[in-house]
């Protein structure tokens, strides 16, 4: 271990822009195994490792980094899986560089970090190479049953969780596929859909039923899984796209940033692309409205789908954009221009299709209380061109409570309502995690949630004994 000041950090190769942009596969390649056992080795084992303080699931880092360097990847592995339900989705879409390695130590010491993601990535792909990612083993058995509506992350997490302690599980999905924005939000180029369906065909195999095409609320009440289970967890995420706050209501072009990925990654799944010629950007000036991750995915996607030319607009500049700097970097690369410091204003249109979006150009003034600097309008206007126009503004929960014809205690914010420690909401058989709960939110957060939420769940159905959240 220590060497950090030897070797340097390395990650694994990324095909080219000019190749990569042809398709949808994922751009980064994996690390072998000579590489992996150096890059763990410069791990210098602190006694307070902050990648593992700042990592939400707070997997034991250094102890699997250890175990590479040592060439005892199998006991990596089970450490590593200890604590994370899906190592190789976090391995491959947590913005590292906020979270483990931004913290790490020796990055911090100007040594580059070290490459904790793609370590993770490699391990766990490993382990499914050589048949260390076992069936799940049910630990006793209970006839209870628990209903978990929502099979994201955060539902998927916690079905592993629930079934390990011997309940039976039935997750409820709406769409016709399981995963949530793992399969339909996510681009194949960040995460392949097989890596998801892999992980929904070894829940299946362990135990968990899953129900697509069921939506509560529609094909099946609320109040039918009150009577008929035990416990529930809502696990919906929040799938209301933020609205801009300018005129676009009858403005056919214009598009909320998930309409536009759900057709991309249903095709590249194999299905009919839909008849609706707005959710493709082929030959088209696009742009993009939003600085987070997921615009970056609508911008790399339509460099994909053969745009003529794609933009984001983003109202802070680089510096104070919430994405990840990796995203931002690899949007550029693959060809996408960022007009930063640009607020809409309007959109110019004829026959309710726009022709191009005039925005106000910015300047920062001070740091407001999400702790980036304000845009303030500098009184100059400009237009662009945009024949698609993609709203990637943030996500907002729907309302929940009328379509599940409940009353659940909700947030100003209109997230359900819990007790962190618990995940129980003011119904203390109904619990909820997940972006539900948090607002819009990383992956690993949702896993995170799901694990926590498990354990709540089991402590209740074992004692009945929690009380309700204040
Ligand atoms: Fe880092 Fe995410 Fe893995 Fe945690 S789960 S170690 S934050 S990549
Ligand atoms: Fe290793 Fe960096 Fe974590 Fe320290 S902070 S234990 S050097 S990975």
């Known amino acids: 271990m220590l060497e950090f000041h030897k070797q340097k950090p390395k990650n694994p190769s990324k095909s080219d822009p000019e190749k990569r942009i042809k398709d949808f596969q994922e751009i980064y390649s994996q690390f072998d195994n000579k590489t992996s056992v150096e890059q763990s080795s410069r791990c210098s084992q602190c006694g307070v490792p902050y990648c593992q303080i700042h990592c939400p699931l707070n997997n034991n880092i250094p102890d699997w980094l250890k175990y590479i360097a040592e060439n005892r990847l199998e006991e990596a592995y089970q450490v590593s899986s200890s604590t994370n339900v899906f190592p190789e989705v976090c391995g491959r879409v947590c913005p590292q560089d906020r979270l483990c390695e931004g913290n790490c130590v020796v990055e911090q010491a100007g040594f580059g970090a070290i490459t904790i993601g793609n370590l993770e990535k490699y391990l766990t792909e490993l382990a499914w190479e050589k048949g260390w990612v076992k069936n799940i083993e049910i630990n006793s058995s209970s006839k209870k049953k628990v209903a978990i509506i929502g099979s994201g992350p955060a539902g998927m997490a916690a079905s592993s969780y629930l079934i390990q302690n011997g309940y039976h599980v039935d997750v409820f999905e709406k769409n016709d596929r399981v995963g949530g924005l793992m399969i339909y939000g996510i681009p194949n180029f960040k995460l392949d859909k097989s890596i998801v369906e892999r992980r929904t065909d070894w829940l299946t195999n362990s135990g968990v039923n899953f129900h697509v095409n069921k939506e509560i609320g529609k094909d099946l009440t609320f109040q039918d899984l009150e009577k008929d289970y035990d416990a529930i967890l809502v696990a919906t995420g929040v799938y209301k796209a933020r609205k801009l706050d300018i005129e676009i209501s009858n403005i056919n072009n214009s598009l909320p940033a998930l309409d536009f990925l759900i057709e991309s990654n249903k095709v590249g799944l194999g299905d009919t692309p839909s008849s609706n010629k707005y959710l493709s950007a082929k030959d088209k000036h696009v742009v993009v409205i939003g600085g987070g991750d997921t615009a970056m995915d ?5 460099i994909r789908q053969k745009a003529k030319e794609v933009t984001c607009l983003y109202r802070r500049n680089k510096e104070n954009m919430p994405g990840s700097a990796r995203e931002v970097l690899n949007a550029e690369q693959e060809g996408v221009k960022f007009n930063w410091l640009a607020v809409p204003s309007k959109i110019i249109s004829e026959k309710s299709e726009a022709s191009s979006l005039s925005y ?32 990637a503004l943030g996500f907002e929960p729907e309302d929940l409570n009328s379509h599940f014809n409940t009353d659940l205690e909700l947030t ?10 618990r995940f129980q909401t003011s119904n203390p058989k109904v619990f909820a995690a997940g972006d539900i709960v948090r607002g819009a939110s990383l992956v690993v957060w949702a896993i995170h949630d799901g694990r926590e939420v498990a354990k709540s769940i089991h402590q209740f159905l074992q004692s009945n004994q929690i009380k309700k959240a204040s």
């Open 298 to 302: 609508c911008v790399r996607t339509a």
């Open 360 to 391: 106000k150009v910015a300047t920062l003034g001070e740091a407001d209380e999400t702790g980036r600097r304000k845009p303030l309008d500098t009184g100059i206007e400009k237009q662009i061109r945009s024949d698609l126009i993609i709203q």
């Open 412 to 421: 100003s914010w209109n997230t359900v309502k819990v007790d962190f420690k």
